[in-house]
């Protein structure tokens, strides 16, 4: 029994992924036909430690350090310490942090949280000082767990941090250079 339910799945799956991309296909989407919207000279970006409007203490180093990590994965961009050996540089401003019980146990106590990270990105050319890309406001949020030992909901709270940031990083990264 455990056999068969396996492969419907897998057939439901493969059905669903086959409308999937006809449905694309019909609209006329094309991932191949996406031009960069960096102009070609950008080769090389400079990402200064983000802002932060907030009072949550060191939450521009967390995502700062996803763009860095991300954009620095890129083939097509090299991230670079100073600004004057950059041809663009990312400036970020963390506009909002705010954490939320989400789920509560019988005795009203939270289980589980959610945090969410509000940013704001602008990417200039160093060379005329053109914004080449702006967002405001990207966000992101992850659940995360809680228990009656704050330390590790600290932890909870500090790893949910670090996959938003991922997250928008790899958003924005991938808006930002194939304007998705």
């Known amino acids: 029994m455990v056999e068969r339910r396996s492969c419907s799945v ?5 059905t669903a992924l086959s409308w999937y991309v006809l449905v694309l296909q ?7 036909d996406l031009r960069p919207l960096l102009p070609a000279e950008i080769h090389t970006i400079a990402i200064p430690l983000f802002s932060n409007d907030t009072v949550e203490v060191g939450i521009e180093t967390v995502v700062t350090e996803a763009f860095r990590e991300h954009i620095g994965r890129l083939s097509s961009l090299r991230v670079v310490s100073h600004k004057a050996r950059a041809d663009a540089v990312l400036d970020g401003r963390i506009v ?3 954490v939320r019980p989400v789920s509560f146990d019988h005795e009203f106590k939270a289980v589980e949280y959610e945090a969410r990270i509000t940013v704001s990105l602008a990417l200039r050319s160093t060379g005329n000082d053109v914004i080449l890309w702006r967002v ?7 659940c995360f767990m809680a228990t009656s030992d704050v330390l590790v909901v600290s932890d909870n709270r500090n790893e949910a941090y670090l996959k938003i940031a991922r997250k928008i990083s790899e958003h924005a990264v991938s808006r930002m250079v194939a304007g998705f």
């Not at 019909?26 to 191949?32: A, F, I, L, T």
């Not at 405001?136 to 992850?142: A, G, P, T």
Request: charged share 30%; proline share 0%.
């Open 10 to 14: 897998k057939w439901i799956l493969k």
């Open 26 to 32: 019909g609209c006329g989407y094309r991932v191949g």
């Open 96 to 98: 909002a942090v705010s």
């Open 136 to 142: 405001d406001r990207l966000e992101d949020s992850q």
